[in-house]
């Protein structure tokens, strides 16, 4: 994992731009099978083993990660929809959002950025859509900061 207090910060600001409580971001291994966290704000302790490492394909980062789209769940306190797992539950968390990180020279996933809210929440188009550039944006780091997540 790399030193979240590069992107802690970054973090914080996306969170305060959504009124939203948690948020994590991770990083694509090389080999694209799996998010490793970088930095997460909110999240219980007892769940961050469960989250610092994730298969691409589980849970609302790794649905996100594996279908090249933003996954959302608005009340992840009553559906899990199909995605996320039990342990979610447990973050308090009811309206969430993970977006994909694509690289801006391959179009690979080289990462998600997840948010969510303590209260049940649909996202709208436009801040599902200001999310991706936020993501755009941080591809542009992840790309020039080689060492993190590999």
């Known amino acids: 994992m790399s030193d979240s207090s590069t992107w802690s910060p970054l973090l ?42 994730i298969p691409v394909g589980k849970g609302i980062a790794g649905a996100a990660a594996e279908r090249r789209e933003p996954v959302e769940l608005c009340n992840l306190q009553e559906d899990l929809g199909g995605v996320a797992k039990p342990d979610a539950q447990k973050t308090g968390v009811a309206g969430s959002l993970a977006v994909p990180i694509f690289s801006k ?29 936020y993501a755009a944006n941080l591809a542009d780091l992840f790309e020039n900061n080689h060492s993190c997540g590999d």
């Open 12 to 53: 914080a600001t996306i969170l305060q731009q959504f009124g939203c409580q948690t948020g994590t971001l991770h990083r694509s291994t090389q080999d694209g099978k799996t998010l490793n966290l970088l930095a997460q704000a909110g999240v219980p302790d007892f769940l961050l083993d469960k989250i610092s490492s």
């Open 105 to 133: 020279s391959s179009g690979a996933v080289i990462g998600t950025l997840g948010i969510g809210k303590f209260v049940p929440y649909e996202f709208s188009d436009a801040e599902k859509t200001q999310l991706g550039a």
